[in-house]
């Protein structure tokens, strides 16, 4: 049986970007946990860039290849995406159905499904992980991104009410603070930022969280960091320099790893399109997505203890893609819109990111 066939592939899940399908067939080479990610149609031009090589060449050196699930491209026929579009409709959900996938594609990319033969497997998209300091932010706006994170602001703004969870809870790697953020977040009605993928336990996946979040103890101090070194203007400083010298995007992986070598050797900070690329890298690591999976007990590799028993784990990023610079101007909008929201409406609340914690080895 041909692999690309309607017959081979379920429906998995499915993002903005992409929809996501898990093979089913009995090829012994796919048939360990695969999974093929194929773009949507967002009625832009067909994607000219590398999705591999990006992934490899700009995202692995910032993140850490470890933290990277590697990607490969398939060659797709149109007939394979429209029957599968087909097939996949009715398992869509709803407010996802205005975008489908992208027809014109002629490969998509095969991954490896995490949830294979784990335990349990849940997705944390832990969004924005400081606030800014930047000189650059009008002075009526500096007092209110100083205290309130762009999360909790957004949040605001979309829902008309502050969410109990603030992501810097979470990147506190303080246990108190993530055991709240953890629990408010599952609370949450309009929760789109932790969910669970798949679970064969009773154990809780906010409990699996916390502990290999705690037990890797690098992942969201490198999410942070790489965040905060890579947008040191904030979007308002941002905004004023694209378009004084406005940049074309970027489709060719070497012009972005010559600005990743200059940002890792800290060289021409000065320079307005570096600082403009490197913003748009910033916001492939605000938008990230870290997928935490348990297995049985595995002396070579890493675990954690929970309810006194031990799991072995991983811990990866996904949906690391690469941001369009042309969106600057939106970002720019939203930055805006969030701002003077939570100022006409006089929202209190202190994200405290500088609280000292104690960081669990
Ligand atoms: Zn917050």
């Known amino acids: 049986m041909d692999r690309f066939h309607v017959s ?47 992934q490899k060449d700009i995202i692995g050196p910032l993140l850490g290849p470890d933290y990277l699930i590697p990607l490969r491209r398939v ?10 579009a087909h097939a996949i409709a009715p398992h869509r959900p709803h407010h996802r159905h205005h975008r489908g996938i992208d027809h014109r594609a002629r490969f998509g990319l095969l991954t490896q499904d995490l949830t294979y033969r784990s335990i349990l497997t849940c997705e944390l998209k832990p969004k924005w992980g400081f606030k800014p300091t930047s000189k ?7 007092r209110i991104k100083s205290t309130i994170c762009r999360f909790c602001m957004h949040h605001f703004l979309k829902h008309k009410t502050l969410s109990d969870y603030c992501p810097l809870d979470i990147y ?11 629990r408010a977040i599952q609370q949450d009605d309009h929760n ?4 669970v993928l798949h679970n064969q336990s009773s154990v809780s996946p906010a409990q699996a969280a916390l502990e290999i979040l705690s037990h890797d103890a690098c992942l969201l101090p ?38 990743v070598e200059r940002f890792l050797t800290a ?41 006194g028993t031990r799991y072995a784990y991983a811990i990866k990023v996904i949906d690391t893609d690469m941001k369009k610079v042309s969106k600057i ?3 720019y909008g939203l930055d805006q819109r969030i701002v003077q929201n939570a100022l006409q409406y006089a929202l209190r609340r202190e994200c405290d990111a500088e609280k000292k914690y104690n960081v669990v080895a």
Not at 75 to 84: K, N
Not at 172 to 182: E, G, I, K, P, V
Not at 230 to 237: P, R
Not at 297 to 304: A, I, N, Q, S
Request: include cysteine; proline fraction near 6%.
């Open 8 to 54: 081979q592939w379920n429906y998995r899940a499915e993002g903005n970007a992409n929809i996501v399908l898990a093979y089913q067939g009995n090829d012994p080479l796919y048939k360990l946990g695969t999974l093929l990610r194929l773009k949507k149609d967002d009625g832009g031009e067909i994607a000219s860039h590398d999705p591999v090589a990006f």
């Open 75 to 84: 060659a797709v026929t149109p007939a394979f995406l429209q029957d599968m």
């Open 136 to 142: 650059q932010i009008v002075p009526e706006h500096a």
């Open 172 to 182: 506190s790697l303080d246990r108190c603070r993530m055991t709240r953020a953890l």
């Open 192 to 195: 789109d930022k932790f969910k």
């Open 222 to 259: 490198r999410l942070a960091e790489l965040q905060t070194r890579l947008d040191t203007l904030d979007v308002e400083g941002i905004w004023p320099l694209y378009k004084r010298c406005p940049v074309d995007d970027i489709h060719d992986t070497q012009t972005w790893q010559s600005v």
């Open 267 to 307: 060289e021409v900070r000065d320079d307005p399109v570096q600082r403009i690329l490197e913003y748009v890298l910033s916001m492939t690591f605000k938008d990230c997505s870290i997928l935490m999976s348990l297995y049985a007990y595995d002396p070579d590799l890493p675990f954690v203890e929970l309810d």
């Open 329 to 331: 101007p939106l970002w």
